[in-house]
């Protein structure tokens, strides 16, 4: 039987937002298991960005009109989510557009006449959210964007605020997650898997990242379950009385290894890892223990291979993030 660790992997490029991932030779019936594992993670647990509120002059709720413009307010609360956003922020961002129409024509309302923001990038401009067809329309409005992983529902209390109409979301950068197993051989053993998996994502990141972030999500779960397994089967798990000078002793100890600082200008990480967490002020390596790896991704200065190379070292130095 071949080892689970002998696979290699090979990208293949269908556009710029979709690719299949070749893995294998897997052994016989692993191809499911992987594929399932990866799929449903993929289409779960990654973080992205959408719009949850919505607040349009001369809208007062959802089954409102207005004048001279082509869509009712329904289909404009659809068109908004189709809008490919990322934000760089962890807390809610606030974008305003504004459009007049022209006499004589239709004047298109795009994605990229939302006034810009250092916080958040609008990955598809072209896209039209909806069309003017007087000189007198206009389409002023205000939505709110906002980081997270999965679908919610809308939130009901922002209704409070006059004209506020909340919408459900789905922040997930993935769109589309397909897998098949095809047969693969190794010299002359023939009963063996090969999974091809297609993603596709809106844009906002790529399928490498995508299942970058998922792989990722599964190695904490894995090495979390390894852990406990080894606690049980050493019987670690099974909690010892300690006498009073002990519990001293060992509270003491723990709390100076815990202590002791891992300074950023020591570890001879790359330029651009380094000068991202200084101008940050994690000087301690351990300042980044509890964050999310959102927090961490969106450290200003950050890219993704700076992030790959930090989330090693923090492995090395057993610096959980959240």
Request: glycine share 6%; charged share 25%.
């Amino acid at each position: 039987m071949i080892s689970l660790n002998q696979f290699v992997i090979k990208k293949v490029e269908i556009d710029q937002n979709t690719s299949t991932f070749e893995i294998g030779p897997l052994p016989k019936g692993f191809g499911h298991t992987l594929g399932t594992f990866l799929r449903r993670t993929l289409l779960s647990a990654i973080p992205g960005t959408a719009i949850t509120a919505v607040k349009i002059d001369g809208v007062q709720h959802e089954y409102s009109s207005l004048e001279g413009v082509s869509d009712d307010v329904l289909t404009l609360i659809l068109s908004l989510k189709n809008v490919v956003l990322v934000s760089k922020s962890l807390e809610p961002v606030t974008l305003d557009i504004k459009v007049s129409g022209k006499d004589g024509e239709v004047v298109e309302v795009k994605a990229g006449d939302f006034e810009p923001s250092s916080e958040v990038e609008i990955v598809n401009p072209d896209y039209v959210i909806t069309r003017l067809t007087s000189g007198k329309a206009k389409f002023v409005a205000s939505v709110t964007v906002e980081r997270g992983i999965g679908y919610i529902l809308p939130k009901e209390e922002l209704r409070k605020e006059l004209s506020m109409l909340p919408l459900d979301a789905n922040f997930s950068p993935v769109q589309l997650v397909n897998y098949e197993i095809t047969q693969a051989r190794v010299g002359k053993e023939t009963e063996l898997d090969q999974l091809n998996l297609t993603v596709q994502t809106n844009g906002s990141i790529t399928p490498i990242e995508a299942l970058h972030i998922a792989v990722d999500t599964l190695n904490q779960t894995t090495e979390h379950l390894m852990t406990i397994t080894e606690q049980m089967l050493t019987g670690k798990e099974i909690s010892v009385t300690l006498s009073k000078q002990q519990r001293q002793i060992e509270e003491s100890t723990t709390s100076a290894v815990s202590e002791t600082p891992i300074k950023v200008t020591d570890l001879n990480l790359s330029t651009r890892l380094t000068n991202a967490l200084l101008k940050s002020n994690y000087d301690d390596l351990r300042k980044l223990s509890g964050l999310t790896e959102e927090e961490v991704a969106n450290i200003r200065g950050m890219g993704s291979k700076s992030f790959e190379e930090l989330l090693s070292v923090l492995k090395k130095y057993d610096i959980k993030l959240v």
